[in-house]
């Protein structure tokens, strides 16, 4: 029997950024129209992988389909990117794959 994993998700005022176990897939969506962008950055075992949507409020998130062993915990932040510039990040939360 497969180990269950769960979902995280962080939402601000300016978009959201989440991880969803079941189809690995790592989401950033840009929900204001301003200079900031919005990007999530998933880490587990020694790697990392981040995805950024800078494209303000258009309803187009960019994703990222990843393939990580079952049962892997892994931590969500949502940053503020300014130019791919890092402004601002979320604290950490844990989700499992």
Do not use: H
Not at 28 to 33: F, V
Not at 50 to 73: F, Q, R
Not at 86 to 95: D, F, G, P
């Amino acid at each position: 029997m497969a180990a269950a994993g769960t979902d995280e998700a962080i939402e601000t005022d300016r978009g959201f950024a989440s991880f969803n176990d079941s189809s690995e897939i790592v989401t950033a969506n840009d929900t204001k129209s301003d200079r900031m962008g919005v990007q999530a950055f998933l880490f587990w075992s020694g790697r990392s992988v981040t995805v950024t949507d800078g494209d303000g409020a258009n309803n187009s998130p960019n994703t990222k389909n990843l393939s990580i062993p079952e049962g892997t915990k892994v931590k969500l932040k949502l940053c503020y990117v300014d130019n791919g510039v890092v402004k601002k990040c979320s604290r950490a939360q844990s989700a499992t794959a």
